[in-house]
């Protein structure tokens, strides 16, 4: 006689948000000091899990960017390039210091800003931008042995950096710490959806004692972007966002003296071929396209699998998906969390739509969602065709296309028919067969059985209309530097 086992379930394990102390209103960070903003313009910034107010933060406008701008002249010209790289090195290894003794806290203001599970932020954002601190300050002072030559070893000057809100935190570290390792100063520009952790990076900076200047943060929308972009007085400008906004600033930088650098949209491919390990080929597939709610430029979106075990993998995946939890992000059980705006969830919704008036046919996880918050329900679908827009437009929401091929040659044929190029996963028991593949997938980062893995020591990027410069790497060190 067998015994009946009970059924386990999940007990609400909330991480805690004693730590964390949110102010009521924010200020600009300008030249080493906290100030207000001209027009004295604020926007608020919402919990995207409950739709509440967490804090008031400064609008900037063109006003605000030029101080900002001349800020950073001043502390480049004054302090930072005349600075050791063995000093400018002891900065930095503060502020990853820093990052690391306040983890929890800029974990869980990560999560409450941008509706990301607390595991994602804790486990992945704040670990991986601490550790590009603690790796580019390691190469501050190794650059001419590193770049062939002291020769080639001048930073540019200011530089100005704008960041979205899929990864405020780390893609803010990426582009700081290499930036502060070369010699550079920066004027830094968050989302508008997700300030908090920027402004909390820019008190950790006050605390490490940076000279005042070295590192600026603006905060304000779309417009304040578009005034740094703008601004005369920048000699670099590194943008990660859509491909729409990187079109618009490369159009406004034609033939202006500065770098430019943009890491933007994608819609990458995925393919699993016969002999994959298909148990392991699905939880890679679960880890690209619903990471961090799919709000991922190089989210996995695009799912091309062998037609001989096409079937046996859509089933494995329905499976799959009905295990995910959705809900409290601030939940240590919580897989899939908020969509970060109303403007987004609403995107994906007009884009799932779409798909299902094409033809195709949506299988989605069954859960309920609270009536406040921006919810989507993990989500795939089959009988996909590649000319439908969910196969070719980029959703940024965790929504899956799947699509079957019969010849290797055809399964990168198809990966490649799109105007994206930032990264690609293919999963094979043949080392052959994947190399073969990875080879001659036009994406600037490719995976192998496994996918989502950075470190800041290679360097990540794209092609086509995924952008071009690379960050992370010595490649990515090259790209603040004259």
């Given amino acids: ?6 059924e386990f379930g999940y007990s609400p394990s909330l991480e805690s948000t004693a730590p964390l102390q949110i102010l009521e209103r924010y200020g600009l960070f300008i030249g080493g000091e906290w100030i207000q903003p001209a027009a004295g313009g ?32 001043r502390g480049y010209e004054k302090y930072w390039r005349k600075l050791r790289p063995a000093e400018r090195a002891k900065y930095i290894f503060r502020i990853a210091r820093a990052l690391t003794e306040r983890s929890r806290e800029l974990a869980v203001l990560e999560t409450l800003d941008g509706g990301k599970p607390i595991r994602e932020s804790r486990d992945f954002d704040v670990p991986q931008a601490s550790a590009h601190f603690f790796y580019h300050a390691g190469w501050a002072d190794k650059l001419a042995w590193a770049l062939a030559g002291p020769e080639r070893v001048h930073p540019l000057g200011v530089v100005g950096a ?5 990864f405020p935190l780390l893609i803010a570290a990426w582009k700081l710490a290499p930036a502060l390792a070369c010699g550079n100063t920066v004027v830094l520009k ?47 400008i590194s943008f990660t966002g859509s491909t729409e906004v990187g079109k618009a ?11 430019l650098s943009l890491e933007l949209g994608g819609k990458s491919a995925l393919i699993v071929y016969e002999d994959a390990a298909l148990d392991q080929a699905v939880e890679g597939i679960v880890e690209a396209i619903y990471f961090n709610q799919g709000h991922v430029c190089c989210a996995g979106s695009r799912l091309l699998v062998a037609e001989s075990v096409y079937e046996d993998v859509v089933e494995r995946l329905r499976a799959r998906i009905a295990t995910l939890r959705h809900g409290n992000p601030l939940d240590k059980n919580t897989d899939i969390g908020a969509i970060n705006s109303r403007a987004q969830r609403d995107k994906i919704r007009e884009l799932v739509t779409s798909g299902v008036e094409e033809g195709a046919t949506l299988i989605q996880a069954s859960c309920a969602f609270p009536e406040r918050g ?5 989500s795939f679908f089959t009988n996909v065709q590649p000319s439908y827009r969910i196969a070719r437009e980029e959703i940024f929401g965790p929504v899956l296309s799947v699509m079957s091929f019969r010849t290797p040659d055809e399964a990168i044929e198809r990966a490649n028919n799109l105007p994206y190029g930032l990264s690609a996963g293919v999963w094979s028991g043949s080392g052959a067969l994947a190399m073969y593949t990875a080879a001659r997938l036009a994406a600037g980062v490719v995976w192998c059985n496994t996918f989502n893995r950075f470190d800041p020591s290679s360097p990540f990027g794209g092609y086509k209309e995924s952008g071009f410069g690379r960050e992370g790497g010595l490649l990515g060190l090259r790209e603040y530097l004259s």
């Fill in 162 to 166: 704008i960041v979205p809100w899929n």
């Fill in 190 to 236: 968050p989302a508008e959806t997700t300030p908090l952790t920027a402004l909390l990076l820019a008190e950790i900076c006050a605390e490490a004692e940076l000279p005042p200047g070295v590192v600026n943060v603006i905060t304000g929308d779309g417009r304040t972007g578009a005034a740094l972009v703008e601004h005369g007085g920048l000699d670099k």
């Fill in 42 to 73: 604020s926007f608020a910034t919402v919990n995207p899990a409950t739709e509440e107010v967490l804090a008031k933060v400064a609008f900037a406008d063109a006003t605000d960017v030029d101080r900002a701008v001349r800020a950073a002249r």
């Fill in 374 to 378: 921006f919810w989507f329900p993990a």
């Fill in 249 to 259: 600033i490369r159009r406004e930088t034609a033939g202006k003296p500065l770098r």
């Fill in 1 to 6: 006689m067998s015994a009946v086992l009970p």
